[in-house]
Structure formats: structure tokens, C-alpha cells
Nanobody
Framework: QLQLVESGGGLVQPGGSLRLSCAAS????????IGWFRQAPGKEREGVSC????????NYEDSVKGRFTISRDNAKNTVHLQMNSLKPEDTAIYYC?????????????????WGQGTQVTVSS
């Protein structure tokens, strides 16, 4: 059974850090790029970051560049999103998804298999 399971969300103060994880099973993990998306209340879901199938290429949405780092471990079928210097505007449900490839423009990223999401709340 194909599964993507996110974890690591929570409540953090502005300026704090969180590390999200995405554990995959049921498909050939290293055939796919993996993307992180987020959806804030009242807003459309947006792409945040993407990592290629090999892990050799990454891409980020402009507002998170320099603060977020995506990585993957193909031996463990996991992807991580390290989020530093968090801001209240980063508050959202974060989803990981298998994607065919990482697009040049992160806003055009399309997910094919999705996790259930993990809530990230940045608030004092």
C-alpha cells in the first residue's frame, strides 16, 4: 500500500526551528522527486521545496530560501525539511508528495502521491 507519512510539526515561537520528516512506502521511492507543499488557512496550497530522485538537485520557493533545507535518505525512504528562522507566515499544514520531477519554477510543482499533512504553527 502506497503511503507517505509526515511528522515533526508542532507549535514553535518565531525564530525557532522544526524538522519535518516524510516516510514513504509502497512505491519505488528513488524513482521520484519529493516535494513539500503547504496550505495556510484561507489560502491555496503552494509548493515550498523539491528534491530530485537522487538528492542531487533541490529547489525552494523564494520566501523560504536560506531558511529551509530539504534532504533525503534513499536507503531509509525518507525526506526531511529542516526549517529555521520560522516566521508566523510559515504557519500552515505541510504536505509531502511524490512528484515526477522538480520544476524550475517551484510554483508549478505537481504532486502525484500525497501524505496526510502535519500542522506547523509559528506563534508567540
Amino acid at each position: 500500500q502506497l503511503q507517505l507519512v509526515e511528522s515533526g510539526g508542532g507549535l514553535v515561537q518565531p525564530g525557532g526551528s522544526l524538522r519535518l520528516s516524510c516516510a514513504a512506502s509502497g512505491f519505488t521511492f528513488d524513482y521520484y522527486a519529493i516535494g513539500w507543499f503547504r496550505q495556510a488557512p484561507g489560502k491555496e496550497r503552494e509548493g515550498v521545496s523539491c528534491i530530485s530522485s537522487s538528492g542531487g538537485s533541490t529547489n525552494y520557493e523564494d520566501s523560504v530560501k536560506g531558511r529551509f533545507t530539504i534532504s533525503r535518505d534513499n536507503a531509509k525512504n525518507t525526506v526531511h525539511l529542516q526549517m529555521n528562522s520560522l516566521k508566523p507566515e510559515d504557519t500552515a499544514i505541510y504536505y509531502c508528495a511524490a512528484v515526477k520531477h522538480c520544476p524550475i519554477t517551484i510554483a508549478t510543482m505537481t504532486g502525484h502521491y500525497w501524505g496526510q499533512g502535519t500542522q506547523v504553527t509559528v506563534s508567540s
